[in-house]
């Protein structure tokens, strides 16, 4: 038993974290729920997060925003733009927002 713990740590780094009470607090709390230690709480989290980035990456936070995303989006795409055939130049290209800066 020893000797498999003793391997298998010998493999982890060592690392010093500065945590809030609160997550101090957590962490105590769910190590000693899963019998467990905070170092494995850690690593546990940290695995599922890997597992999950992208996706939870992806999800919107703050559904209302979202919509109003969506929807200056489409309001973008719905507007005429300029004709692709020929070059656009800088000036052209800042117009409206200059216009909308000088309304204000």
């Known amino acids: 038993m020893y000797a ?4 298998s740590m010998s493999r982890m780094i060592r690392k010093q974290v500065y945590l ?5 607090r957590l962490l105590k ?11 494995e709480i850690i690593r546990e989290i940290l695995d599922q997060s890997e597992t999950a980035g992208p996706a939870r ?6 559904p209302e925003a979202g919509r109003k995303l969506l929807a200056f989006i489409r ?8 004709s692709r055939r ?5 000036d052209s290209l ?3 927002r200059i216009g909308r800066w000088t309304r204000s």
């Open 86 to 90: 020929g070059r656009l130049k800088r």
């Open 4 to 7: 498999t713990m003793y391997v």
């Open 75 to 82: 309001s973008l795409e719905a507007k005429p733009g300029p």
């Open 20 to 24: 809030e009470q609160r997550h101090d």
């Open 57 to 62: 990456a992806s999800r919107v936070a703050d």
């Open 94 to 96: 800042y117009e409206d």
């Open 29 to 39: 709390r769910r190590a000693r729920q899963g019998g467990v230690t905070e170092a």
